[in-house]
């Protein structure tokens, strides 16, 4: 097996989770309250912005032109394509940018995105990359699963629309063969790409968690899905 495939076998878990969580069900099939997905984009631009960031400092510690170029693109493309898609939310539902400077991470986003620079700051950059990847790659998942979801929501079809689209699976094809070179070159890092690509997919999972509970640090009551 590829080194791509046998990290995302190992992350079965976190993806099955995913795709039958009551958030992604809810907003695929159209239920998902508003509120819910407000707060979840709200949060999910928090993220993207850091994300961002942190492809930033990923290129900066590049060893060649190409891999620069790479990374200082993929942040370009973030910046154009998805946070578009919450500027779009944004406008849609009214919110201004006093209400976006005054939101702050919610606790398993704040996690995540700690974890997130804890990897490209003190790992090596293939560990870094094997956490970067389990975002999109999930998305993407979610997305090809349920391309033929409908929902009456035309915020919810936009969402569908994004992570389902072409363009989102050649960037992801692309960052697969990433992987698997880093693997092959580095091989004395496969068990930290590993664990990193692991903890990545669980933040994921933390972050439909979040957005279905409207968690905050005010009320951390723990909680079972329905």
């Known amino acids: 097996m590829r080194f791509d495939e046998v990290v995302r076998e190992e992350a079965d878990a976190y993806w ?82 006093q209400e976006q400077a005054e939101l702050i991470p919610a606790p398993a986003n704040n996690n995540y995105i700690n974890h997130m620079y804890n990897a490209v700051l003190n790992e090596s950059l293939p560990v870094a990359f094997a956490a970067l990847l389990p975002c999109p790659w999930l998305y993407q998942s979610i997305g090809e699963a349920y391309k033929d979801e409908k929902p009456t929501q035309k915020l919810y079809r936009d969402w569908i629309e994004l992570y389902s689209g072409k363009e989102f699976k050649d960037q992801l094809d692309i960052q697969k063969q990433m992987l698997n070179k880093y693997a092959k070159e580095h091989p004395a890092d496969h068990q930290k790409m590993k664990a990193f690509f692991q903890m990545s997919a669980y933040y994921e999972c933390k972050f439909w968690d979040m957005a279905w509970s409207l968690e905050n640090w005010k009320e951390l009551s723990p909680y079972e899905l329905a």
Do not use: W
């Open 16 to 97: 099955d989770d995913s795709m039958v969580h009551p958030f992604v069900k809810g907003l695929v099939q159209g239920t998902l309250p508003m509120e819910n997905f407000k707060f979840y984009m709200m949060q999910d631009a928090i993220y993207l912005k850091h994300y961002s960031k942190i492809l930033a400092i990923a290129a900066s510690k590049s060893e060649t032109n190409q891999e620069m170029a790479y990374y200082l693109e993929s942040a370009r493309s973030i910046n154009e394509a998805e946070l578009e898609l919450h500027r779009t939310v944004f406008k849609e539902l009214h919110i201004g940018e």
